[in-house]
């Protein structure tokens, strides 16, 4: 399995991104992709998840009603739609896959056996 994340940048608080994360390997549509974030000095995070279908979505608490995670399965890409972005946002951003077709919420780390190498996303104040 491959996870091509790309999209980050350098931005000014206020400022939206766009990131990409192309899969390879498997089949993309049957199973559900997570985005996590590690800012510096910090743990991994969960940020957003999405199901199989894409018909279920999850985020954090702090990017609720600014982040939009989506999927296309015929491009194989999961994407994260980042706006109102804010210093706190800024961290390397990894793209993940699960092993099963639902985002467990009661952990979301379970299933995401599959990552990429991440995008940096800066943002400055």
């Known amino acids: 399995v491959q996870l091509q994340a790309s999209g980050g940048g350098l931005v000014q608080a206020g400022d939206s991104l766009r990131l990409s994360c192309a899969a390879s390997g498997r089949t993309f549509s049957r199973y559900a992709m997570g985005w996590f974030r590690q800012a510096p000095g910090k743990e991994r995070e969960f940020v957003a998840a999405i199901n199989w279908s894409g018909g279920s979505t999850y985020y954090t608490d702090s990017v609720k009603g600014r982040f939009t995670i989506s999927r296309d399965n015929a491009k194989n890409t999961v994407y994260l739609q980042m706006n109102s972005l804010k210093p706190e946002d800024t961290a390397v951003y990894y793209c993940?896959?699960?092993?099963?077709?639902?985002?467990?919420?009661?952990?979301?780390?379970?299933?995401?056996?599959?990552w990429g190498k991440g995008t940096l996303v800066t943002v400055s104040s």
């Open positions: 993940s896959q699960s092993t099963v077709r639902y985002v467990a919420t009661e952990n979301y780390y379970y299933g995401m056996d599959y």
